[in-house]
């Protein structure tokens, strides 16, 4: 690809003075250095300022675009009333359709020149590049001027780039899901994968099994409601973000011990943890598929489905063995392909269970671990998703410099470059993730037999410390999702660990300003403390 910035070029002198001088006869000072996360694909800026005093205007009649243009008026008006060389920002859109879809594609481009046209023009072919186009241009600003002249065309390496939340542990209340949407715009993360069930819980209420959530009270409270469940998405979909779901199974699944009791679920359980059992009455996988059929409808028009299938315990004197597990994963494969989604697991479901062999070009394979890497993934028929835990799980607490990193690359090779076969299986993005194993108020909720184990972050897992836990979450979490959302974005190598350092400085500025309770730059956050002062 092209890339241009001159951020990247080395200023001579000379230049420096040239630049001053053009400064000097236009009448504005020499342009700041730019900081704009995530990099566009191509930048090219003149190295002076011009102010701006411009209002937003679009034919579009999408209510989700008015409401970005309402979000970012503020930014581009200087407040005096004063005439300035920029006046106006028109945003042309192909299309008014609001649909949200793997292929939505979100390129934008934006054009202006302060000496021979009052206007900047952006242009996308969607609602959604065109706030993105709005958000890298307010990042253009320096006090009330633009750069006098700028050209950017910018566009995703990849249309898959996610965002992983364990709400399937320690329960993630509804405003702080709000307050990482947000954020995870800002960072062009466009896919929240919501990891609703899990050892501790199904967080998500259930109108079909309502005992799944019924024992969710005290300090084990904690699910949404369905209309939270829609409020969620909207809100989510409002800032260009899909909502997939996740539903763990069959192993990481006593979030469904309370159907065990009322026989709508049976269990291995000579061992821990409890593992899922595929019965010969078809009980297990009626009661799953009536599961995986409501949270279809909940999640609407979203195609990816997640059944997880990671870490799956074989209990085999119990009839818990390989084949059962890949027989109960395959079914319900099936059923999600029946309702017209795409099933999505972790690696094991392919490369352990084999329970998605058969569905090759149908179903989609989450990479985690240093074994299968996208490559073989794709080799063997399947669309892959990257979640390479050393690189991106938050919680394993990864450097800045260990999330800049280039999920199309593998053994030196250029980015995207071994998964550019058309209409062949392909490297879809990636997903940064923030497990929250470390809040459960004992291992893993008491699932895996040790009750004596206590979590770093157990403190924070009853509800009244849900304001402790909001501060420790985003400390993990941001700016370093922001770096995942960078490099699944537009992974550039000439950026080094200066540049990075510079750009992620000024972003978790702006994280700051949007409200989000981020690490501060100069400081190192975990699960119960900050900048070395606790939560607790």
Known sequence: FFYRSFLEMTFSCAAAIFALIIAGIAGVSAVAPINVWPIPREITISPSLSPVNAVIDSESLSKRLSLCIEN?????????????????IFVSVLSDNEYLSQETDVSYSIEADATSDSMIKISSPSIYGACYALDTLSQLVSGSSLPSSLSIEDSPSFNHRGFMI????????????????????LSRLNVLHLHFADWCRYAIESEAFPALTSNLVGD????????????????????????????????????GLPLMETGDLKYCTSGHPFSLFD????VTVTTLSAIISEVAELFGPEQLFHIGADETATLN?????????????????????????????????????????????????????????????????FDAIESLSDRFYLNNKPSWGDIWYDIGSEEGTAAGSVFDKEGSPELLGGEVSMWT???????????SGDVDTIPVGA????????????????????????????????????????????????????????GIDSCPSECTCDETTRCGETYL
């Open 72 to 88: 970012y008026s503020a930014s581009f008006m200087s407040g005096d009333g004063s005439d300035a060389p920029y006046s106006l």
């Open 166 to 185: 364990d709400t399937g542990r320690r329960f993630v209340p509804l405003d702080l899901i709000k307050l990482n949407l947000d954020a995870m715009f």
């Open 220 to 255: 084990q409270a904690g699910f949404y409601t369905k209309a939270e469940v829609t409020e969620m998405i909207t809100y989510a979909n409002d800032r260009g973000i899909r909502v997939v779901p996740e539903v763990d199974l069959p192993g990481h699944s006593t979030w």
């Open 279 to 282: 019965d010969s009455d078809n």
């Open 317 to 381: 004197d119990e009839g818990c063995t390989i084949d059962n597990i890949k027989g109960m994963e395959a079914k319900a494969f099936q059923h999600i392909i029946d309702l017209k989604k795409t099933p999505i697991g972790w690696e094991e479901v392919l490369y352990k269970s084999g329970g998605a062999e058969g569905f090759e070009g149908e179903a989609v394979i989450n990479a985690w671990n240093a074994g299968p890497r996208p490559s073989n993934i794709t080799s063997d028929g």
């Open 437 to 447: 194993d470390n809040y459960c108020y004992v291992l893993q909720c008491g699932s």
């Open 459 to 514: 403190a924070l897992y009853p509800p009244d410390m849900d304001e402790q836990f909001a501060a420790s979450f985003q400390g993990m979490v941001w700016p370093k999702a922001g770096i995942g959302g960078g490099s699944f974005w537009n992974f550039v190598p000439q950026v080094g660990a200066d540049e990075l350092t510079s750009r992620i400085e000024s972003f978790n500025t702006r994280l700051g300003e949007q």
